[in-house]
């Protein structure tokens, strides 16, 4: 089992900057590929942002919308996994949701993790 807690989320304007933290604890946290996703009032939970565990050898994996100005990483010794969110736009609102997989390489679905934290609310004001 892998408990996931995030933080970090807030109200912020267009053009600003957010930083998400997301902690992990239980099974090693290392032998978990870790992403993002959010899901917006109304719609579906999408994907953001994926970072595989290091011995995988993939690389981090972001979705179209975010690409340039969203940058995961995670802190195996800390077993924590960041998301670093500049250049914020109205549409990034959402609640952001921190999650793991036991699949080693890039996770880009929700039906590939098998853990999830309870989410953080990132709100973008124009």
């Known amino acids: 089992q892998v408990q996931l807690v995030e933080s970090g989320g807030g109200l912020v304007q267009a053009g600003g900057s957010l930083r998400l933290s997301c902690a992990a604890s239980g099974q090693s946290f290392s032998m978990c590929s870790m992403g993002w996703f959010r899901q917006a009032p109304g719609k579906e939970r999408e994907f953001v942002a994926s970072?595989?565990?290091?011995?995988?050898?993939?690389?981090?994996y972001y979705a179209d919308s975010v690409k340039g100005r969203f940058t995961i990483s995670r802190d195996n010794a800390k077993g924590t996994v960041f998301l670093q969110m500049n250049s914020l736009k109205p549409e990034d609102t959402a609640v952001y949701y921190c999650?793991?997989?036991?699949?080693?390489?890039?996770?880009?679905?929700?039906?590939?993790?098998?853990?999830w934290g309870q989410g953080t609310q990132v709100t973008v004001s124009s």
């Open positions: 970072a595989p565990t290091t011995w995988s050898g993939a690389s981090t």
């Open positions: 999650a793991a997989s036991r699949i080693p390489g890039v996770i880009i679905t929700a039906r590939q993790c098998d853990y």
